[in-house]
């Protein structure tokens, strides 16, 4: 993982995926931090994923079927523009 800035704070986020995003306006590039590396990410901090992510290790069960279709289909109706 490459450290990056965001105001004066560092953390150990991965750099954002650029793409091209369709908006009103025309196509812009946008950085976006993938699912499944910002969980990869987060789960490196067992406090903050145990507090953010899943607090009840019973609920972890939900956290994926919530997140399976994420993985199915990440754009949803929309379809990706690049």
Do not use: C
Request: negative net charge; glycine residues 8%.
């Amino acid at each position: 993982m490459h450290p990056f800035t965001l105001g004066f704070k560092k953390n150990d986020l991965p750099s954002p995926f650029t793409v091209n995003i369709l908006f009103q306006d025309g196509s812009h590039r946008r950085g976006i931090l993938l699912p499944h590396e910002l969980f990869a990410a987060l789960y490196q901090h067992p406090a903050f994923w145990k507090v953010a992510m899943v607090p009840d290790d019973a609920k972890l069960p939900e956290l994926w079927t919530a997140i399976q279709g994420w993985v199915e289909n990440p754009w949803g109706a929309h379809g990706a523009s690049w």
